[in-house]
């Protein structure tokens, strides 16, 4: 790997790691999610990197892609299982990495799980090996433990600007053929009380731009204009509607902009995930360097 593509995954870590943990500190009871995003959004820029996506803030049997809507009112419960899902980039190289914030620690042997589920994945992973053995490690530590992975949700390799590239890392012991070659991958067990199935939910507040072309509403390509900047990684709503609000553009005006894109296909979605109701679900995730002589995790 050249030095100067090293030097800026280190860049993004270093930046991941102070973000998550201004997240966790931030994460009191009481505190709006959406000012933890603000914050912590804020503080990546401020860094000289850039969020890879919108902060993931998923609770309870939520599992990820749920990120406060604009005037979210949502807060914070001491009940509450709460996943903190950040990635940071620097031109481009990702690091993306999460953690469970549970402040009652009513649900801290599930978190542990995570955690031992996560270090027996790491300690397998090396140049050449089967991608197979990471998941097989997860699958077998979260039973031992009395949970199940979330089956349908996995790991990824992390290519330049493309948060989920090959290969695609399973988080059970099937489904996967490929050897680990150099480049960055980011491992992620879910540990789930319910079955290990995630469904999309109505939910919406994540998107990127799959084209730039084929609609003709005014609002809609209006829309395109003001997310220009966003190009390439995904983003939330909350960030294009700072930015209608500046445009002075109504809320049924974005609405129906945003219907619109999507039927065209010009923007993709990335809908909130979320096991059966009642189920409680955990998620701990670190980025890793694959190299031939040695991996580096990224962010410890
Ligand atoms: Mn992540
Ligand atoms: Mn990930």
Same mark, same amino acid.
């Given at each position: 790997?050249?030095?100067? +593509?090293?030097?800026?995954?280190?860049?993004?870590?270093?930046?991941?790691?102070?973000?998550?943990?201004?997240?966790?500190? *931030?994460?009191?009871? &009481?505190? @709006?999610? !959406?000012? =933890?995003?603000?914050?912590?959004? *804020?503080? =990546?820029?401020?860094?000289?990197?850039?969020?890879?996506?919108?902060? /993931?803030?998923?609770?309870?049997?939520?599992?990820?892609? !749920?990120?406060?809507?604009?005037?979210?009112?949502?807060?914070?419960?001491?009940?509450?299982?709460?996943?903190?899902?950040?990635? +940071?980039?620097?031109?481009?190289?990702?690091?993306?990495?999460? +953690?469970?914030?549970?402040?009652?620690?009513?649900?801290?042997?599930?978190?542990?799980?995570?955690?031992?589920?996560?270090? /027996?994945? =790491?300690?397998? +992973?090396? !140049?050449? #090996?089967?991608?197979?053995?990471?998941?097989?490690?997860?699958?077998?530590?979260?039973?031992?433990?009395?949970?199940? $992975?979330?089956?349908?949700?996995? &790991?990824?390799?992390?290519?330049?600007?493309?948060?989920?590239?090959? $290969?695609?890392?399973? /988080?059970?012991?099937?489904?996967?053929?490929? /050897?680990?070659?150099? &480049?960055?991958?980011?491992?992620?067990? !879910?540990?789930?009380?319910?079955?290990?199935?995630?469904?999309?939910?109505?939910?919406?507040?994540?998107?990127?731009?799959?084209?730039?072309?084929?609609?003709?509403? $005014?609002?809609?390509? *209006?829309?395109?204009?003001?997310?220009?900047?966003?190009?390439?990684?995904?983003?939330?709503?909350?960030?294009?509607?700072?930015?209608?609000?500046?445009?002075?553009?109504?809320?049924?005006?974005?609405?129906?902009? @945003? #219907?619109?894109?999507?039927?065209?296909?010009?923007?993709?979605?990335? $809908?909130?995930?979320?096991?059966?109701? &009642?189920?409680?679900?955990?998620?701990?995730? *670190?980025?890793?360097?694959?190299?031939?002589? #040695?991996?580096?995790?990224?962010?410890?």
């Amino acid at each position: 790997m050249e030095t100067s +593509v090293l030097n800026n995954y280190k860049k993004a870590a270093a930046v991941w790691k102070s973000a998550i943990t201004l997240a966790q500190k *931030k994460a009191k009871e &009481g505190v @709006l999610l !959406f000012d =933890i995003a603000e914050e912590v959004e *804020k503080f =990546i820029a401020d860094e000289g990197a850039a969020p890879a996506f919108p902060i /993931n803030l998923s609770l309870n049997e939520e599992a990820a892609h !749920f990120t406060p809507k604009w005037n979210d009112v949502t807060i914070l419960k001491k009940s509450d299982l709460l996943k903190i899902d950040i990635g +940071v980039h620097v031109e481009g190289y990702i690091c993306d990495g999460a +953690v469970t914030v549970n402040l009652d620690n009513a649900h801290a042997k599930q978190i542990e799980a995570n955690e031992l589920a996560l270090a /027996n994945a =790491i300690s397998v +992973v090396s !140049f050449g #090996k089967p991608v197979e053995k990471i998941g097989a490690e997860i699958e077998r530590t979260l039973k031992e433990k009395g949970f199940n $992975p979330v089956y349908n949700l996995g &790991g990824h390799g992390l290519g330049k600007y493309d948060i989920h590239s090959s $290969p695609s890392i399973p /988080n059970h012991a099937r489904g996967s053929s490929q /050897n680990l070659e150099e &480049g960055a991958i980011a491992i992620e067990p !879910f540990a789930s009380t319910g079955r290990g199935n995630v469904m999309e939910s109505q939910q919406v507040e994540i998107f990127s731009i799959e084209k730039k072309f084929g609609v003709r509403n $005014p609002f809609a390509r *209006k829309l395109i204009e003001l997310s220009k900047d966003f190009d390439k990684l995904p983003f939330a709503e909350r960030w294009l509607r700072r930015k209608t609000d500046a445009a002075k553009l109504e809320d049924y005006q974005v609405t129906v902009g @945003l #219907k619109e894109l999507m039927k065209a296909g010009c923007f993709h979605t990335y $809908p909130g995930l979320r096991e059966s109701v &009642g189920s409680l679900v955990t998620q701990v995730e *670190k980025s890793l360097l694959v190299l031939e002589d #040695k991996t580096i995790v990224l962010g410890e």
